[in-house]
Every structure is written in structure tokens, then in C-alpha cells.
T-cell receptor, first 112, second 114 residues
Framework: GAVVSQHPSRVICKSGTSVKIECRSL??????MFWYRQFPKQSLMLMAT?????????EQGVEKDKFLINHASLTLSTLTVTSAHPEDSSFYIC????????FGSGTRLTVV | AQSVTQPDIHITVSEGASLELRCNYS??????LFWYVQSPGQGLQLLLK??????LVQGIKGFEAEFKRSQSSFNLRKPSVHWSDAAEYFC????????????FGKGTRLSVIA
């Protein structure tokens, strides 16, 4: 079946640094990638939608200059958290289409 | 806009008892419905999904869900709960195709007692 590989699974970074999260579709072409964020004890909230070769569309309240999304190929989408701060600590997970809604395994980001 | 309501924030059941987790959705077209489970510190695991066909859907780990269009519901059931079922359960609604994202409910936390 369709698989999305997400890396890293866990990352700890210092406040003010940037972190890149990758999602790769291994056996299909991901024309659309959704990026979600989940704060502790909360549900998954959509951050942005990216289509291959186009600029991402961000949900209201999500800073596009802070959360940079690149979807330059049909098999790779990246989310870069720039100048990370402790309040960005969260669980980030991607979901790819058109293979149904195939989720990556998620990235737990801790900013110290 | 699509939305999902999970009315129960937390449910506690005894091991061996039956379980039903409620989910109501709002969606303008034919919904694509999912149930996911998430253990603490872990990612999402798909339990089952429904798009068309038989309205009673069987999933993994002995779970099933029934789609009731008239009630806009997709409740999750299990006849006998095991202690390992303790986790967070999310209902979600999406579309069969296109760029519609999956929208999640707020989740129901299941606790299992001996």
C-alpha cells in the first residue's frame, strides 16, 4: 500500500534555530500534501495545504514566514520551522493525496 | 465547511465491556469517514474507513463502525474492550478525491479499568 516516510521522528532544537521535517511518498506521487500540528492533549489541526510546484495555502492563524513549506517534487514535501521557540513544540504530521489520506508517522518537535 | 463532533471527551469502561464512541459529522457531499487511534506519544493508526457500500464497516483490532446518513453519524463500536485499547480516538471526515483535507474531531480519550 501507499507509504509516506516522515523524518525525523523526534527532534530537540535550541530556541532560535530552524528545523526541517521531510515527508516522502515512497510508492506513489503525492500531488497534494497536508501538514497538521497537534499540541499536547489536543486534536490535529490543519496548518497548510501544498500542491506540487505551487505555493502552499496556509490556514488562518498560521504564520507562513515561520512555517516554510516546500513541495518541489511529487515525492517530497518539507516543512521548515524557522526561528523555533518553545511554543512551537508540538507533534507535526503530514498527509498525502491522492493515495487516500496517507499519513506519515509524525515528528515530535521539542524546542528548548 | 466540513466538521466533526465527538461529544464525549473522556470515556471509562471496564475491561470486557462493550464500547461505543460517538461521532457526528457535517459535510456537504458524500463523506469519506475515518476512525484513528493514537496512543500516548505515538502517531496515528487507522482503525477503519468508509466511503461507500455496506454501511457497517469492519476494522482492525475488533472494531467496527456504522455509517448512518440520516443521523450524520459514524459511531465506533467494540463488543469487548481490552486494557490495551486505552488510547485517544479520533473521528475524521474528508472527500473521496481532490484537495479536501481531512478534518478531525477533538478526540475521545478511552480509559479501561479492571
Amino acid at each position: 500500500g501507499a507509504v509516506v516516510s516522515q523524518h525525523p521522528s523526534r527532534v530537540i532544537c535550541k530556541s532560535g534555530t530552524s528545523v526541517k521535517i521531510e515527508c516522502r511518498s515512497l510508492d506513489f506521487q503525492a500531488t497534494t500534501m497536508f501538514w497538521y500540528r497537534q499540541f499536547p492533549k489536543q486534536s490535529l489541526m490543519l496548518m497548510a495545504t501544498s500542491n506540487e510546484g505551487s505555493k502552499a495555502t496556509y490556514e488562518q492563524g498560521v504564520e507562513k514566514d515561520k512555517f516554510l513549506i516546500n513541495h518541489a517534487s511529487l515525492t517530497l514535501s518539507t516543512l521548515t520551522v524557522t526561528s523555533a521557540h518553545p511554543e512551537d513544540s508540538s507533534f507535526y504530521i503530514c498527509s498525502a493525496r491522492p493515495a487516500g489520506y496517507t499519513f506519515g508517522s509524525g515528528t515530535r518537535l521539542t524546542v528548548v | 465547511a466540513q466538521s466533526v463532533t465527538q461529544p464525549d471527551i473522556h470515556i471509562t469502561v471496564s475491561e470486557g465491556a462493550s464500547l461505543e464512541l460517538r461521532c457526528n459529522y457535517s459535510y456537504g457531499a458524500t463523506p469519506y469517514l475515518f476512525w484513528y487511534v493514537q496512543s500516548p506519544g505515538q502517531g496515528l493508526q487507522l482503525l477503519l474507513k468508509y466511503f461507500s457500500g455496506d454501511t457497517l464497516v469492519q476494522g482492525i483490532k475488533g472494531f467496527e463502525a456504522e455509517f448512518k446518513r440520516s443521523q450524520s453519524s459514524f459511531n465506533l463500536r467494540k463488543p469487548s474492550v481490552h486494557w490495551s485499547d486505552a488510547a485517544e480516538y479520533f473521528c475524521a471526515v474528508g472527500a473521496g478525491s481532490g484537495n479536501t483535507p481531512l478534518v478531525f474531531g477533538k478526540g475521545t480519550r478511552l480509559s479501561v479499568i479492571a
